[in-house]
């Protein structure tokens, strides 16, 4: 993957500082964690809080956006920083069949067309080419352009809900780690992966309100308040890296004594199309670990999707590199499958409503999408 603070929710403030991901932080003590209903899920029950949407527009008619679910009763919707609040009426109407939104002729949110998902060759703001078409880039910003394009939803909805893969509590698979937790003793959790787990693109990490944190210092604090213990997060992850990078730089975890490691590796190895090649990475880290200390714990990680048009990630790779890791699950080895998870937010939403860069990162809902699945593994009665 390439390199390139205060929420309001309603209003939420995130108010820790930046720290480097190579230092040993405990998040800070007081922070609104409550506000970001870390433990409730696109699979929970109830009001849908701050879904992510971006509105584009087709070839004929308004910029439109779906949600995950139909709607009952819209309760907010704001920009994706916090900082503006949208009018049903002025800004918006409901879709006819309830699924989603367009955009009234006078509305004061942010739109793309179709035609700007996809640039000529070398355009700024774009990477790479479509798959399938070596002429054609794909639209791209490692900053916060596709943050000042999207919107947030709170809503009630309506008809079905969640009928895919979620998170189940994993106290009798992580026994040691849960153990420690309820007892409020302090323990250390590391994270090793690339870009997504460094924090690429959340908030906090372009200094953009509402300066939301990415997901590993968000489910550390998330942890600190459900269980009253201290959570010391070393993140270790690397932009740009693949799970080989991370298979050698394993020392550095292991120096740590680490109770629990996140290992959060896929994007960058998806397209190299070699699951068992992956497999037998991270097995490798997997034997290195328990080698050098037998309590030690590990979540898997299959990450989230990439863009489908982007030649970098391709689609039906994914599954299968979630398969791999899934294949490694055992006593203190767990997987959490945002895999799974972005795909069934893929079957009613784009891929646009998702991404903090365009092509390979998620936003803040993403974030903490991330953090929600992880802290399902972790936290008892949500």
């Given at each position: 993957m390439l390199r390139s603070g205060c929420v309001v929710l309603g209003v939420l403030a995130w108010t820790t500082s930046p720290a480097s991901a190579q230092q040993t932080t405990s998040p800070a003590a007081g922070a609104p964690i409550e506000a970001a209903r870390l433990l409730q899920g696109p699979w929970g029950q109830g009001e849908v809080h701050g879904e992510s949407v971006l509105f584009i527009k087709g070839k004929e008619g308004a910029p439109k956006a779906r949600l995950l679910y139909d709607i009952d009763r819209v309760t907010a919707v704001r920009s994706a920083d916090g900082l503006k609040t949208f009018e049903a009426g002025r800004d918006f109407r409901p879709l006819a069949d309830g699924s989603g939104f367009e955009l009234t002729a006078d509305s004061r949110i942010p739109f793309l067309s179709e035609s700007d998902l996809f640039r000529p060759k070398g355009s700024p703001t774009s990477i790479g080419h479509k798959a399938g078409d070596p002429e054609t880039s794909v639209l791209f910003d490692n900053a916060h352009f596709f943050h000042d394009h999207q919107v947030e939803v709170s809503y009630v909805p309506r008809g079905p809900k969640w009928d895919a893969y979620r998170p189940a509590f994993a106290g009798d698979r992580l026994p040691r780690t849960l153990a420690k937790l309820k007892s409020k003793q302090p323990i250390t959790l590391v994270v090793s992966g690339d870009s997504i787990s460094e924090g690429f693109n959340a908030s906090k990490f372009t200094k953009t309100a509402p300066l939301q944190p990415a997901f590993p210092e968000l489910t550390a604090r998330q942890l600190?308040?459900?269980?009253?213990?201290?959570?010391?997060?070393?993140?270790?992850?690397?932009?740009?890296?693949?799970?080989?990078?991370?298979?050698?730089?394993?020392?550095?975890?292991?120096?740590?004594?680490?109770?629990?490691?996140?290992?959060?590796?896929?994007?960058?190895?998806?397209?190299?199309?070699?699951?068992?090649?992956?497999?037998?990475?991270?097995?490798?880290?997997?034997?290195?670990?328990?080698?050098?200390?037998?309590?030690?714990?590990?979540?898997?990680?299959?990450?989230?999707?990439?863009?489908?048009?982007?030649?970098?990630?391709?689609?039906?790779?994914?599954?299968?590199?979630?398969?791999?890791?899934?294949?490694?699950?055992?006593?203190?080895?767990?997987?959490?499958?945002?895999?799974?998870?972005?795909?069934?937010?893929?079957?009613?939403?784009?891929?646009?409503?998702?991404?903090?860069?365009?092509?390979?990162?998620?936003?803040?809902?993403?974030?903490?999408?991330?953090?929600?699945?992880?802290?399902?593994?972790?936290?008892?009665?949500?």
């Open positions: 600190e308040r459900s269980y009253g213990s201290k959570v010391a997060l070393h993140n270790l992850a690397v932009g740009g890296w693949s799970s080989g990078q991370g298979a050698a730089d394993l020392d550095r975890v292991l120096k740590l004594n680490p109770d629990l490691v996140v290992i959060a590796y896929g994007m960058n190895d998806v397209n190299r199309r070699d699951p068992e090649g992956f497999k037998a990475v991270i097995k490798g880290m997997l034997v290195r670990i328990k080698q050098a200390n037998s309590d030690a714990e590990v979540v898997l990680i299959a990450t989230m999707t990439g863009n489908p048009d982007w030649f970098a990630t391709p689609a039906e790779m994914f599954p299968a590199y979630r398969d791999a890791l899934k294949s490694l699950e055992g006593p203190g080895v767990v997987l959490a499958d945002l895999t799974a998870v972005w795909r069934r937010l893929l079957q009613r939403k784009r891929h646009f409503d998702l991404t903090g860069n365009g092509v390979n990162h998620p936003n803040d809902y993403g974030h903490r999408v991330y953090t929600q699945t992880l802290l399902g593994l972790l936290v008892e009665n949500r």
